[in-house]
């Protein structure tokens, strides 16, 4: 298994841009979570579907980001527009939810700059 | 509030010094505990799950244990290999519309010298 695949990995833009991330699931799980790490917060949890259908959004910061699985296999998180304080590593992971435990298993990151 | 604090923020051994990493939280109705292992540049890797006081689970010279208020992360016998930030994450139970996302602790980076 391939694992999670993120695209780009390395991404700088310019403040006012607009920032897709690319991301493509481990084959067979059914929830897909989106993260932000930066060294002041740690790992925070933007969103996150389950069979494609977004259940919590709360953890997006603003407006300027949105997030869309189209189907089982691919999810973007767009920023737009893009601003530096949005300068960090934003991971994809994916689960096999079931039950109530399940664990995440995530993808290589897409580092961010905004300049 | 649901909460996840490890300690200490870093730590640095010598090869073959054994240690422990703590990992305390607050949480409304603990569904499983996880420890993520995250090298540089790279996403966190998942190390064990735990589900219930009094559980431990081993991996190589890593051993978690878990307690109703903490959890410890035991490195026996460190390798220069094991050197990586160590991530601790907690599953709550359903509330509001979290339905029991991961919290994560801001990690415990580890250095072992050889």
């Known amino acids: 298994d391939a694992g999670v695949i993120q695209s780009p990995r390395h991404e700088v833009t310019e403040m006012g841009q607009e920032v897709t991330l690319r991301c493509k699931p481990i084959?067979?799980?059914?929830?897909l979570f989106w993260y932000r790490q930066t060294m002041m917060r740690g790992l925070e949890l933007l969103i996150y579907f389950n069979n494609n259908v977004p259940i919590d959004d709360s953890g997006m910061p603003e407006d300027r980001f949105s997030a869309k699985m189209p189907n089982a296999s691919f999810s973007t998180l767009k920023i737009q527009p893009s601003e530096p304080r949005d300068s960090a590593v934003y991971f994809c992971a994916s689960s096999l939810v079931y039950g109530s435990t399940y664990e995440q298993y995530f993808g290589p990151g897409t580092r961010l700059t905004v300049t | 509030e649901d909460q996840v604090t490890q300690s200490p923020e870093a730590l640095r051994l010598q090869e073959g010094e054994s240690s422990s990493l703590n990992c305390s939280y607050t949480?409304?109705?603990?569904?499983?505990l996880f420890w993520y292992r995250q090298d540089p540049g790279k996403g966190p890797e998942f190390l064990f799950t735990l589900y219930s006081a009094g559980e431990e689970k081993e991996k190589e010279r890593l051993k978690a244990t878990l307690t109703k208020k903490e959890s410890f992360l035991h490195i026996t016998a460190p390798k220069p290999e094991d050197s990586a930030t160590y991530l601790c994450?907690?599953?709550?139970?359903?509330?509001?519309?979290?339905?029991?996302?991961?919290?994560f602790g801001k990690g415990t980076k580890l250095s072992v010298k050889p």
């Open positions: 084959s067979g799980h059914n929830s």
């Open positions: 994450a907690v599953q709550a139970g359903i509330s509001g519309g979290s339905q029991g996302n991961l919290i």
């Open positions: 949480v409304s109705g603990l569904r499983g």
